[in-house]
């Protein structure tokens, strides 16, 4: 009696299983999975955007540091500027010698807002005597508006603390700090924002 | 209620856990790169400590050479086995400079005393909170500040009146007192000749119509403080007339005019010189002894009075009479300075050097402009109450000189070139002889002052490898 009673009993429910979803519970289910990949998505989308960004932002700090390093690094050392401009400066940079003016090499800065480089025309920094070259430091670089990528300072003594802009100076001779701003860029390739980075520096030529 | 198949329980967890894992993943990088970032910065913001710190350490050097003070509270104790060459540890070999964030450093120091050109080296090292260390070297090589970097130099205006020309050469090009001394000629001169004014007035130099072939600079920023004649120029050979070439002024001059004492060095006291005389004197005579110290209230000639320098001596006169003209040659006076003798005065009264004037080498060939040099020793606090220095001076169809006078203000007469450099407060160039500075003053005559002449950062392994054994201490 008990297993009629079990037999009786469980064939609606084997039945009601094997039916399909009615249009309701199907409409529910997946408006209610939609919300849930929706916040899912988003989630994960904000996360691999702030993650591209993040990424691209230690880059540009990466390549950011190791250009200026570069360039703070042969501008304090140069004795003397051979030529300058708005988006290029040559310095004359000293040997191991005790001479300060025993010319060991000459090296060309260049800003390219063209094709967004910025670049080190020289030999290795680390190998005086090695062959010219231009290696790219930077990609991605642009003009900042109404700035130039270079400008060039002289010493006053009296004026740096209160205003820089009245120390410009106008020719090499008188060239004694070196100030370099462009903005540097990076554009995820997964969204439409981008991640940008101001230089902007200025560097005393010790030796000049 | 309604349950899952068995193939197709646990499939919801499984999603979760992926969804789960991989935000996991991108969080973790996400904080990697953070981390990351913010480590790169600090060390970037603890390197220019570093930085800051070598220079601290090649400060204590140069005070030390300055003050002729390495041992004791210099901080230096001298190098086992060497006569000359000093290491300290700054702030000490137990303590540090402290910086945030329990950041500590401490800079190392090693000099070498023994050459012309002294030469230190420090090595920074800051210790970061983790543990981990920044190492930053520089090197540095001293020389002497010279009175004498530019060839006509005055705190106020500088004025040729006169169709002269300015320009350069070298007479003691290898820096080397033993070869022989190069004359000015057209095959030496240089288009470098270096005029400067303090001042920041208009018309701070004025030029006329004065050939200046070298630069020139000036403290004001007004381009008004430099005038140029319609036949007159400023620039390198072959400037056309009235132009001022920008490339070669500046308006930034800036420089100290330190006061200038007598020598220490205990002189023979003499009379005041009224007549022929000659120095030194015979009974004065030392066998060996080729420089000699005197002590003069006065100096004046008349007629054909002559004070001369026996050949191969170097004589120093101080005048001590401080007001009124100490020094005065009229008529065809001179003072006259052979070819391989050297004279020196310091004058703290007025001067007035004329007639002959100063006959320094012969009446053809000049010497160097070092062998004559005069020093106007009045002080700038006495000049402010009882005026400036007047010093006229003039040679014998040229002059060949160094005066360095802060406080006097300076007139070159005659129509003969003037050889050397002069420093005053205020300049007059009359007559229409040419100024040729001489630039090997700049290397030859320098004060006791050490400056830095050249300074280089060590970033090379090979750079570094060259001191460390100085440096392991």
New interface residues.
């Given amino acids: 009696m008990h297993k009629t009673a079990s037999r009786i009993s469980s064939t609606p429910r084997t039945e009601k ?1 094997r039916r399909a979803f009615t249009l309701v519970e199907l409409m529910v289910s997946m408006a209610l999975a939609s919300f849930l990949m929706l916040g ?1 998505l988003s ?2 989308l904000m ?2 955007r ?2 591209a960004n ?2 691209n ?2 880059q540009l ?2 390549k950011a ?1 190791k250009a200026l390093e570069y360039f703070s ?1 042969e501008s ?2 140069a004795y003397a500027v051979s030529s300058y401009g708005a988006s290029s400066v040559t310095l004359r940079i ?1 040997d ?1 010698s ?3 003016t025993a010319l060991a090499y000459s090296v060309t800065y260049t800003f390219d807002g063209t094709a967004g480089t910025f670049s080190r025309t020289g030999p290795p920094i ?1 190998t005086p005597s090695g062959t010219s070259a231009t290696t790219v430091l930077l990609t991605g670089v642009e003009q900042i508006t109404g700035s130039n990528p270079f400008n060039y300072y ?4 009296t004026g740096y603390a209160s205003g820089f802009t ?2 410009t100076a ?5 060239i ?1 700090q070196i100030e370099i701003n462009f903005i540097l860029k990076r554009t995820s390739t997964t969204v439409a924002s981008a991640t940008n980075k101001v230089l902007s520096a200025r560097f005393i030529l ?2 000049k | 209620m ?1 349950t899952l198949p068995h193939s197709k329980r646990g499939s919801v967890l499984i999603v979760a856990l992926l ?1 789960a894992g ?2 996991a993943i ?2 973790t ?2 904080i990697k ?2 981390i ?2 913010a480590r ?2 600090n060390r ?1 913001f603890y390197g220019n400590a570093a930085e800051n710190l070598v220079d601290t350490g090649l400060e204590q050097a140069l005070w030390s050479l300055n003050n002729s003070t390495f041992t004791g509270t210099a901080g230096f104790s001298l190098r086992s086995g060497y006569a000359t060459q000093y290491q300290g540890t700054f702030p000490s070999s137990t303590t540090y400079y402290s910086f945030s964030q329990g950041v500590k450093g401490q800079v190392k120091v090693w000099v070498d005393n023994s050459a012309t ?1 002294p ?1 230190a080296v420090a090595k920074a090292i800051i210790t970061l909170g983790d543990g981990t260390t920044l190492i930053k070297q520089a090197e540095v ?1 001293m020389s002497k500040r010279s009175y004498f970097t530019n060839g006509l130099v005055a705190k106020n205006s500088l004025t040729f009146t006169g169709n002269v020309a300015i320009d350069s050469w070298s007479s003691d090009p290898d820096a080397n007192a033993a070869t022989a001394a190069i004359a000015y000629s057209s095959s030496v001169d240089k288009d470098a000749g270096k005029i400067a004014s303090l001042s920041v007035q208009v018309s701070s130099i004025s030029v006329g119509n004065a050939d200046v072939y070298g ?1 020139a600079a000036v403290g004001g ?1 007004s381009a008004d403080a430099i005038d140029v004649g319609a036949t007159g120029r400023l620039g390198p050979y072959g400037t056309a007339n009235g132009v001022i070439d ?7 001059f ?1 420089t100290n005019f330190p006061d200038v004492t007598a020598p220490t060095t205990t002189p023979t006291t003499i009379a005041a010189i009224n007549s022929n005389t000659t120095l030194p004197r015979a009974v004065d005579l030392v066998s060996g002894k080729t420089t000699y110290y005197y002590s003069v209230p006065s100096i004046s000639l008349t007629g054909g009075d002559k004070v001369a320098v026996s050949a191969g001596y170097n004589v120093v006169i101080t005048v001590t009479n401080t007001t009124g003209t100490t020094v005065k040659t009229t008529g065809n006076a001179e003072i006259n300075i052979p070819s391989t003798s050297t004279l020196t005065l310091y004058v703290a009264g007025d001067t007035a050097i004329a007639g002959n004037g100063v006959v320094n080498g012969t009446s053809s060939v000049p010497n160097q402009p070092i062998a004559f040099q005069l020093y106007g020793t009045r002080s700038a606090t006495t000049a402010a109450s009882v005026g400036m220095q007047d010093i006229a001076i003039k040679g014998n169809g040229y002059l060949a000189a160094v005066v360095y006078a802060p406080n006097a203000n300076v007139t070159v007469n005659g129509n003969g070139d003037t050889y050397g450099a002069i420093v005053c407060n205020q300049a007059n160039m009359v007559g229409n002889g040419n100024f040729h500075y001489d630039e090997s003053l700049a290397n030859t005559l320098s004060t006791s002052a050490w400056q830095v ?5 060590l ?2 392994s090979s ?1 570094r490898a060259a001191y460390s054994y100085r440096l392991s201490f």
């Fill in positions: 299983a899912v989630s994960f996360m691999g702030s993650g993040a990424q932002y230690t700090e990466a540091r690094r304090r050392l000293p191991t005790s001479s300060r680390d002289r010493y006053v003594t009245s120390n106008s020719n090499v001779t008188e004694k010790r030796n | 309604r969804f991989l935000i991108s969080l990088s996400y790169l953070t990351m970032t790169l910065a970037s050109a030469h090589y630069y920023s920008p490339t070669r002024v500046t308006y930034d800036t002449s050249k300074w280089r950062e970033t090379t750079d």
